[in-house]
């Protein structure tokens, strides 16, 4: 029997959240410069492709109502909230605040049939010189984050430590970015790409796709399918691989440094996904519902439609571990589930280290062999 306090630890196991990080930036590292651009130069450098739109990009765009509305402010000079960039070494510019703003004026100034705007039932080519003068004239007020010194002076990890923290500061006085879509602007890199295209892939989607959080079309997505295939990644790594790894107890920083070192190319990202690709066909020939915890509705007795991160690292780690002696194939993924769970429901530190102690060191160490020996056992 499932008793009360044990309902109530499930909704922690459902609900993995990541704690927070800290970086103190330097005196003396980064100077902000207030400047006005107008729309004219802002579309020049995009045709240049000198604006880098870093992909944090996130459901829901603006509505058309809402891209129209903005036009017509565009045209009445109304004052529009400020555009945030950081100034990048080849003096290109990424752009850490405005996206939509920026997207939907340079959409309509050439007419993108995939986001079709009017000004009153007009397109860009419809209108009079005067209002297409109107729109090039218009100057955004942009806060231009800028190295105070030599970027190529500076430690990578450093840098993106504060573009990480910077990008973090920025939204926190509007809709606040997840921590994976800090991280996907900061890491931004084709390694990133092959990341955030893996996620889509058969091995991996068919496994998370009941959980409605993952779905890409859903409006409330925020990144979660990347940071969890980073996650499966990067403790498996770690696992196999503990001396090319400054393990951080924090997941927000050991995902940031795992990262660091897939864009330096020590981390052989290709390989881990080959790799991935494997583990993950075999998870899913033996039970697709693999990664989901356990129904509360259902008395534990079932899988529910919710993602349990921590049973799910374990048993890619666990998976591993047997890939060379044959891929064990007469296991019960859902009986092992139930069980780990009942067995721990009333030893509060065993419940604690196997569902909620994510990066602890000791934990992701006996998680793997809390699964070894429940699949051991004839």
């Known amino acids: 029997m499932i008793n009360n306090e044990t309902k109530n630890k499930n909704k ?4 993995d959240l990541e704690q927070g990080s800290e970086f103190e930036i330097p005196p003396g590292y980064i100077k902000v410069m207030s400047q006005q651009f107008a729309v004219d130069s802002l579309f ?3 045709k240049k492709n000198k604006l880098i739109f870093p992909d944090f990009q996130r459901g829901p765009v603006w ?5 129209e509305s903005l ?18 070494p080849n003096q290109n510019f990424e752009v850490i605040d405005g996206l939509q703003r920026l997207t939907t004026i340079f959409d309509f100034i050439e007419e993108n049939p995939k986001n079709e705007i009017k000004y009153k039932n007009k397109k860009y080519k419809d209108l009079s010189d005067f209002e297409k003068d109107s729109i090039g004239d218009y100057s955004f007020h ?36 997840t921590n994976q879509e800090v991280r996907n602007a900061v890491y931004s890199s084709p390694n990133l790409k092959k990341i955030v295209n893996f996620t889509k892939t058969t091995p991996f989607y068919s496994l998370i ?18 940071e969890f295939l980073i996650r499966l990644l990067s403790y498996s790594d770690w ?13 927000e920083d050991f995902l940031n440094f795992f990262m660091e070192n897939v864009n330096k190319n020590i981390i052989n990202i290709d390989l881990l996904l080959e790799n991935a690709t494997e583990i993950l066909d075999k998870i899913n020939t ?12 259902k008395r534990y007795e079932e899988e529910s439609n919710k993602i349990m991160e921590t049973f799910s690292e374990a048993l890619f780690i666990y998976f591993q571990t047997v890939k060379d002696n044959n891929f064990p194939t007469e296991i019960d993924i859902k009986n092992a589930k139930y069980k780990i769970f009942v067995e721990y429901q009333d030893d509060k530190n065993k419940f604690k280290e196997f569902f909620q102690s994510t990066t602890s060191i000791k934990s992701i160490k006996n998680r793997v062999e809390i699964l070894n020996s429940f699949f051991s056992k004839k």
Request: glycine share 0%; no cysteine.
């Open 12 to 15: 922690i196991i459902e609900n």
């Open 44 to 46: 020049k450098w995009h």
């Open 63 to 67: 509505k058309k109502d809402k891209k």
């Open 71 to 88: 036009i017509d402010s565009v045209l009445l000079k109304m004052p529009i909230p400020s555009l945030t960039f950081f100034e990048l």
């Open 142 to 177: 942009v806060s231009l984050f800028l190295f105070e010194k030599n970027e190529k002076e500076l430690e990578i990890e450093t840098t993106n430590k504060i573009k990480y923290d910077i990008f973090k500061r920025i939204n926190k006085g509007s809709e606040i970015l």
């Open 209 to 226: 796709i009941n959980d409605s959080k993952f779905k890409y079309d859903a409006p409330e997505n925020r990144k979660p399918q990347d």
């Open 239 to 251: 696992y196999f691989n503990k001396e090319k790894y400054k393990f951080k107890n924090k997941k």
């Open 286 to 297: 033996i039970n697709k519902s693999s990664f989901y915890s356990l129904s509360r509705n």
